[in-house]
């Protein structure tokens, strides 16, 4: 009781710091200035009504749902679609992929708020992708009767001792799930001890990701605009606790004899962008940009992918891969992604986000996990020189996806089937 007033309270008194956070943000990313009418809880125009919601934190879950959202609108095929997100960069990726969707951020967790956004649309039940708990939308929910799912749950050990410390406060509204969607049976044992309640081991959607027809046209753009050389792609590098993820790479890289390889980093988020291509001239590489959309000349050497959306085009026109967020104590970005793509796959020691995928792709043959940037350049050049190892690592990684294929539609199943017994237990009554 006393966390839950305690955090009620926080709520009062947080909109200016929320404020000022966005300014903050959108002084790097000015899409952040935007649309804040919708995160502060004011009525939205035109809502829908009474459709399927499924809420995306950013770009890596809206990529990772892609599958189960369309695999949900098969079984409900009379339903409108509400998309809520946190970020611009996810909203920008929501757009991309379902643009019949309604597009909106989620409100902040203020009560008033989220009563307002229910209020608003009134959807038939939601779905939380990943891990988003919000006690106070997720016990409004309930407190209206809309079901509630939480889909492709994870948490890691980490994240567990910081929630076992506010379990009075989440417990309750996660005992209210309709059902809870864990993609292994250690992250259901985790959320048990929160106390989440309707819980099953369904798998990882990411797993089900297909790239767009699209991006495979387009790596073939990048393929001939690079010359048809090596390609090494190092995606989703993080800035973290003031460590530059991309700066060690390209440290590292630097001390290497390269030849003609060109490698393409593509910053996880917008701001670093111009940094990132700053220091590489820095290092006095020659560099150039995705956004300047020019054939990339011979001699250039660093290629930086400052786009949104493309990142299945950078892994489709590569030779090798290394998944960022894993260098710094971030806990790794998708693995999944690149190997869904069949390239070898290179990965830092911090992979607490994908706990479970990390070592059953190293045991597979599909991944490699290196210690430093100096380990990664090292490892790179060496697989560049051994095409039968690359040969086997591609063959491995389609074996181990097709292993663990099947998470999105036995979700949306399960789903269907659980929403269909409850309209069949009321039409009794």
Not at 139 to 148: K, R, Y
Not at 230 to 241: A, D, I, K, L
Not at 387 to 401: E, P, V, Y
Request: hydrophobic residues 40%.
């Amino acid at each position: 009781m006393l966390l839950n007033f305690l955090y009620q309270i926080l709520w009062q008194i947080a909109p200016p710091f929320l404020r000022r956070y966005l300014r903050r943000r959108a002084a790097l990313a000015p899409a952040y200035a935007l649309n804040w009418s919708e995160r502060f809880g004011k009525p939205y125009p035109d809502p829908v009504k009474h459709g399927i919601w499924v809420h995306v934190v950013s770009v890596g879950e809206t990529r990772a749902s892609l599958q189960f959202i369309r695999a949900l609108q098969k079984h409900f095929p009379d339903k409108p679609l509400l998309m809520t997100q946190t970020t611009p960069t996810g909203r920008a990726t929501v757009q991309h992929f379902f643009p019949e969707a309604q597009c909106r951020y989620l409100p902040y967790d203020k009560k008033s708020w989220v009563k307002q956004f229910i209020r608003d649309h009134q959807p038939v039940f939601g779905v939380l992708m990943e891990t988003e708990i919000w006690p106070n939308l997720i016990n409004v929910c309930a407190d209206n009767q809309i079901p509630l799912f939480m889909a492709n749950a994870r948490l890691s050990e980490k994240s567990l001792h910081g929630y076992l410390r506010v379990r009075s406060l989440v417990a309750p509204a996660l005992g209210t799930l309709t059902g809870c969607y864990a993609q292994t049976e250690a992250d259901a044992q985790r959320l048990k001890q929160i106390g989440a309640a309707n819980i099953q081991v369904c798998g990882n959607t990411k797993y089900d990701i297909t790239p767009p027809a699209e991006m495979a046209e387009l790596a073939q753009t990048f393929r001939q605009r690079s010359g048809n050389r090596p390609v090494v792609v190092c995606s989703s590098t993080r800035f973290y606790h003031g460590t530059d993820e991309a700066q060690l790479l390209l440290d590292a890289w630097a001390k290497q004899k390269t030849g003609n390889i060109l490698l393409i980093i593509v910053p996880r988020h917008t701001e670093r962008f111009e940094p990132t291509y700053e220091y590489a001239e820095k290092l006095n590489f020659i560099t150039q940009k995705r956004s300047d959309n020019q054939n990339i000349a011979e001699q250039t050497q660093v290629w930086i992918g400052d786009s949104i959306g493309e990142l299945f085009a950078y892994y489709e026109c590569a030779d090798i891969a290394f998944v960022g967020g894993s260098l710094v104590d971030s806990g790794c970005h998708n693995i999944i992604e690149p190997i869904v793509c069949k390239l070898p796959t290179l990965f830092g020691p911090s992979t607490y986000n994908f706990a479970d995928a990390a070592p059953k792709a190293i045991a597979a043959g599909a991944a490699r996990q290196i210690q430093s940037a100096e380990d990664w350049a090292a490892t790179t050049l060496a697989l560049l020189d051994d095409s039968q190892q690359r040969k086997q690592m591609s063959a491995s990684a389609q074996a181990f996806i097709r292993q663990h294929q099947g998470a999105s539609e036995r979700m949306a199943q399960t789903i269907y089937d659980c929403l269909s017994s409850h309209t069949n237990e009321q039409s009794a009554d």
